[in-house]
Nanobody
Framework: QVNLVESGGGLVQAGGSLRLSCAVS????????MGWYRQTPGKEREPVAN???????HYASSVKGRFAISRDSAENAMYLQMNSLKPEDTALYSC??????????????????WGPGTQVTVAE
């Protein structure tokens, strides 16, 4: 079974920092693009940042210059360093991976895998 699990969320004061982690477990042949998304109640999920297997990154304009995405391909892990956090960054942060599982039974539509999310709350 392929699983994605996020960690590192929590409560932080405005201006503070957090580092989110996403661990991918299970039998996997390849992980292509990985990304972080966030969602607040009543709003649609929005992309925050993504990173290709080659290390190319892309950021939402609202986080550019404050957040940094990285990945450790050997460990099947991804990270999001969040600095200068603002109250508007408060959200449930989820990791996403476009990956190829080793076993057919672990396939999901469009090879689109998600973790359950980790809550980030930024207090003023």
């Amino acid at each position: 079974q392929v699983n994605l699990v996020e960690s590192g969320g929590g409560l932080v004061q405005a201006g503070g920092s957090l580092r989110l982690s996403c661990a991918v477990s299970g039998s996997i042949l390849r992980i292509n693009r990985m990304g972080w998304y966030r969602q607040t109640p009543g709003k649609e999920r929005e992309p925050v940042a993504n990173i290709t297997s080659g290390g190319d990154t892309h950021y939402a304009s609202s986080v550019k210059g404050r957040f940094a995405i990285s990945r450790d391909s050997a460990e099947n892990a991804m990270y999001l360093q969040m600095n200068s956090l603002k109250p508007e960054d408060t959200a449930l942060y989820s990791c996403n991976a476009d990956l190829i599982p080793k076993y057919y039974r672990d396939y999901v539509p469009h090879n689109d895998y998600w973790g359950p999310g980790t809550q980030v709350t930024v207090a003023e």
